[in-house]
């Protein structure tokens, strides 16, 4: 069974950072594309940072470029999510992603999320 | 305000057909596979439609994906109360290098 669960989420001050791990198990994780996605209180789904199994493809969204960094531990089954510079616009609960358990670019596996919350 | 559009809001009678939008651009569901996700409140979504009109296993065939041009749509037939949740459509955009999400669209059973 695919499990992913995520941890790291605090209260942070604006400017803050904080870093999010998420544990794979049930699947081959080192090749598998992982995704973050986060979810603001109240508000819909956005897309946050993907990165391939091998590492060698990276993607963030232009709303995190430059202050987020996805990286990942193949060999702990592990993805984390570096997040500096944060604005009170970043709350929201996180979610750890699967891609492409299924066909491709499905997001078939999400983790419970961690909440993060920026707030003076 | 999302790349790819939804309706904020839909509804219908149990045993009714309802259907959900999801309007992008070349882009995105123009040229890219479309996918919807179910999420109920408190909880993580969950993959109901891939690569346009998929199911994954365990899905009931009352959901159904379909996509034309730049548009796609969600229809649930035979429509229960259980099926109330929010609905978003997703779809990788090869302009942005970014995967994109819809507003969502929350799904009302009267």
């Known amino acids: 069974e695919v499990q992913l669960v995520e941890s790291g989420g605090d209260l942070v001050k604006p400017g803050g950072c904080l870093r999010l791990?998420?544990?794979?198990?049930?699947?081959?994780?080192?090749?598998?594309?992982m995704n973050w996605v986060r979810q603001a209180p109240g508000k819909g789904l956005e897309w946050v940072s993907s990165?391939?199994?091998?590492?060698?493809?990276?993607y963030h969204a232009d709303s995190v470029k430059g202050r987020f960094t996805i990286s990942r531990d193949n060999a702990k089954s592990s993805l984390y999510l570096q997040m500096n510079s944060l604005r009170v616009d970043d709350t929201a609960i996180y979610y750890c992603?699967?891609?492409?358990?299924?066909?491709?670019?499905?997001?078939?596996?999400w983790g419970q999320g961690t909440l993060v919350t920026v707030s003076s | 305000q999302s790349v790819l559009t939804q309706p904020p809001s839909a509804s219908g009678t149990p045993g009714q057909r309802v259907t959900i939008s999801c309007s992008g651009s070349?882009?995105?569901?123009?040229?890219?596979?479309v996918f919807w996700y179910q999420q109920f409140p408190g909880t993580a979504p969950k993959l109901l439609i891939y690569?346009?009109?998929q199911r994954p296993s365990g899905v009931p065939d009352r959901f159904s994906g379909s996509k034309s041009g730049t548009s796609a749509s969600l229809a649930i037939s035979g429509l229960r109360s259980e099926d109330e949740a929010d609905y978003y459509c997703a779809a990788w955009d090869g302009r942005l290098n970014s995967r994109l999400f819809g507003g969502g669209t929350k799904l009302t059973v009267l």
């Open positions: 791990s998420c544990a794979a198990s049930g699947f081959t994780f080192s090749t598998s594309t």
């Open positions: 690569n346009n009109d």
């Open positions: 990165m391939s199994g091998s590492g060698r493809y990276i």
């Open positions: 070349n882009s995105n569901i123009g040229s890219k596979y």
């Open positions: 992603v699967r891609e492409g358990g299924i066909a491709g670019e499905d997001f078939d596996s």
